[in-house]
Every structure is written in C-alpha cells, then in structure tokens.
C-alpha cells in the first residue's frame, strides 16, 4: 500500500505542474475557439460526452450485478457469479480551462463454485485514477488523453505489494463536427499476458435522441424517449488478472473474463440522480489459472444489472 501511495503522490506532481503549463499555453493561444470539452470516464466506460447546463465536479457511481448459476462445459458442477462495483470521480480545471479527473473505483466479484476446480471466493480490485485532457497542438476539436491508474488486484480484499499494477491509456480524441467523435489509442496492461490493447471507437450523435457509444468497455446504443427516460442497448467485454493463493501456491495469476450483451433502461430522477436496470444474457466465460493448473469454462447464461448515478 505504501508503494501506491507513493505512486498516486507521483503522478499528482507530475501532471499538476505539466497541465498547468498547458493551461497558460492554451490561454495565450489565438487560434482555439473553445475550452476543452467534458469527456468524462464513468465506471464501465471508457469515455462519456455530454453536453449539459451545468457542470458537475463530483460523480458517485455504483452498481449490483447477479449471474445464476450455470454448468461448467467440461467438469460437473456450476459457478454464480454475483459483482458489486463503485466508482468516486472529481473534475477540476487545471489554470480554468484543462479537465484533470480524480478518482478511485473498486469492484468485488462473488464465486460460488461448485466445481472440482479450486477458486477463491472473491476477486476484488481498487484502483486510483488520474487522467487529463489536453489540446492536440494546433489541431481544431482534437485532444489528447492520459490516463494514469495504480491498481492491486488480488482476492478479499488481502491486498501484496505483489498484487500493484500500473495500468496506463493513452488516446486521441477528436469530434470532427458536432455530431461525431472519434476516438484512437492504446491501453497498457503490464505484468499482463497481454499486455498492450488497441483503443478504438466512436461517438456518433444525429440528434437529441439517439446516440451511438460504440467504445470500449462499455459500447451502447441509447434513445431518449423523454426528459426522464432512455432506453439502451449495451454490450461489456469484461477481463481481469488477479494474484490469489491456491492451496500452497502463494501470488497466483487467475484470469477472470466475460462478454455480455443485454436492454435497458434508465430512469433520469432529477438532474443530479439517475438509476438503470439492465438485463440480458452473458457468453464466453471462463475462470482459468495462467499456468494452465485448472480451468473452468462457464455455460452462457443470464445477468441482471441495477446501476446507481450521483452527480453534484
């Protein structure tokens, strides 16, 4: 923990100093119109852009979600799986104009195993976020984005130095006219097995109803139907490595991952609150130690998903 600690303090005196350096360059430019716009990163997606009256600088996200049990392919038995996610952000403006945006997010998956296979109960991580976007040069509606975030994935909550990761995206964003923005970079996953991850996706949005969100992790179609409620496909691809103890064997890698693709919707209760409810059904799963020491590949089957916004 001492290790993240310092980690987190680095990267707060390396991108204050540097963003705001920028800031008094972006300022004395002549030739930008605009302040950077609010391409904001919510929990389970990698980029979200709104347009909104006013400014919210703190965002509480969290969400419940429940897999029944279903049967393993190649031994007896079954696994369920139950998540709970949440997810603190806070945006600044470094020098009145370059979003910085602070945050902390921690998730829990619940296995209840049945199987010959020996799992942990529990996969959880936390991971500290600190991500900033800067103008791209000279290039009109283009941004760069840096997303700095210290992790430690391990299992109960029983957290090692072993179990620190440093995951990092780097991307442009660019809106080439009001309705599309187009997004291009890479993710880096050390001590991963795959360790580099291409960013690529869009944002395309004809009008004030409809609107395609078709990046990683979390691309989904939306239609507003009233000031009150949308409706939403969505789809995840959910992956993870985390360090476990199995038996004698201590700092263990067991691969988590998942796809899914599901409706919903989300009900608006005021400008500052929101609640969504998705269900649909979940495919390609498997929980396998890195090693190849036990594997289990779970059937396709269904998630329910409740989804809980705060923003002040």
Known sequence: MEQTKRTCFFILCFLIPFTSALAADYQKGDNREDPVPSYRQRLGELVTYEQEEEEFLNEWDSYVKYMPSRGAKSVSGGVSITQAASEYSYDLKVGGELPLQLGVSTKY?????????????????????????????NFKNSYFRINLEPSLFGSKWNFRN????????????????EFLTLLLGVAVFPDFEDEVCPIIGFIYKPNDKLSFNIVPSNPNITYSVNKKLDIFIEGDMAFGEYEVDKGNLKNTVLKYKETILG?????????????????????????????DSGKVSIKNGAYINCQFQIKI
Do not use: C, H, W
């Not at 296995?111 to 959880?124: G, R, W």
């Not at 608006?268 to 998705?278: G, Y």
């Open 109 to 137: 998956t619940g296995i209840n195993n049945t199987t010959a296979v020996k799992l942990p109960s529990s996969l959880t991580f936390v991971v500290f976020g600190a991500e900033v976007t800067l103008p791209l040069f």
């Open 263 to 291: 409706l919903g919707f989300q009900y608006n209760i005021n400008k500052n609150m929101q609640f969504l409810f998705s269900g649909g059904g979940v495919f390609d799963r498997y929980i396998k130690y890195r090693d």
């Open 162 to 177: 072993s179990n620190f990761r440093f995951l990092s995206q780097y991307f442009i964003i660019s809106q080439p006219n």
